[in-house]
């Protein structure tokens, strides 16, 4: 039978990338951890690791006993997380990442259910890129991420992606600027100076593509990977920019613009990812239900 104290070594070092990082994070010697993996490798009878230069990479039997390892710790971890969640002598901790292009009130929108269940929840948030987030939720140490989109193909991570609803987007301009515009939308935006997401964010590919189809030449004066400073530089004139419709009324009196048009063919879409192929997670239950109720 797998020693699994020898398995999660392995799975340390190649989800960390290294023996060295891995007993930084495992606070345990680099001896034992290449010890531990030798062991391993014995019993399975094939190398998990060839050296390249200074680095250690995957052979094709390691990337096969990674992919079972994530599962293996994933499962865990839900069984783990399961039995927390049954437990009501104590406020449940909710670990959650949202990705750095998802705007902060559509963020809050969609995890606020979870803060009206019977049983108290306490949020642990952070805010990073999706990349860096998918990173700690393989490691565990996030329960979910609001994001988006799905998690990419080309990271390979491990990982559900779970589908919470979409809407349009509204385009906004600050009261000055919106009595410049003298034609009607979206000719409006031809030659106006217009604030658009950085490429971090899946909606500014279909947005160029929206106007390139309707011919359409803003002059693009800023790109943002914040969508709260896009907001203030929109706020202050600098250009027209675009929100996700679904909070359009909640920007427009918060910053003080004018919704200027709206558009239903550029989607913005959102995804709860987590570890768990199935949400059971009453918290994640509650975001996941009533988000599809407020998007869709």
Known sequence: MINFKHLRYFWAAAKQGGIIKASE????????????????????????????????????????????????FSLGSELEQSVKNASTDRTQVLK??????????IAYRLLAPAMNLDDPIRFICKENSLESLLAELALHKLDLIIADGPIP?????????HSL??????FMAAPNLAKELTQSFPKCLSGAPLLIPSDLSLVQTQLLQ????LHLHPNITGEFDDSALMKAFGQAGAGIFIVPS????????????????????????????SSERRLSNPALIAINQTARDWLN
């Open 25 to 72: 994070y495992l606070h345990i010697t680099p001896q034992t951890i290449s010890g531990q993996i030798s062991l391993l490798e014995e019993q399975l009878g094939e190398a998990l690791f060839t050296k390249a230069g200074r680095n250690l990479e995957l052979t094709e039997t390691g990337r096969m006993v990674l992919s079972y390892a994530d599962e293996i």
């Open 210 to 213: 929206w106007l390139d189809k």
């Open 96 to 105: 959650v990442g949202v990705a750095d292009v998802v705007p902060k009130s």
């Open 165 to 170: 609803g979409e809407c349009g987007v509204s």
């Open 153 to 161: 193909q080309h990271l390979g991570v491990r990982g559900f992606s």
């Open 246 to 273: 679904a909070i359009a009324n909640e920007v427009a009196n918060q910053y003080q613009v004018e919704i200027i048009g709206q558009c239903e063919d550029i989607r913005e879409k959102f995804f709860a990812i």
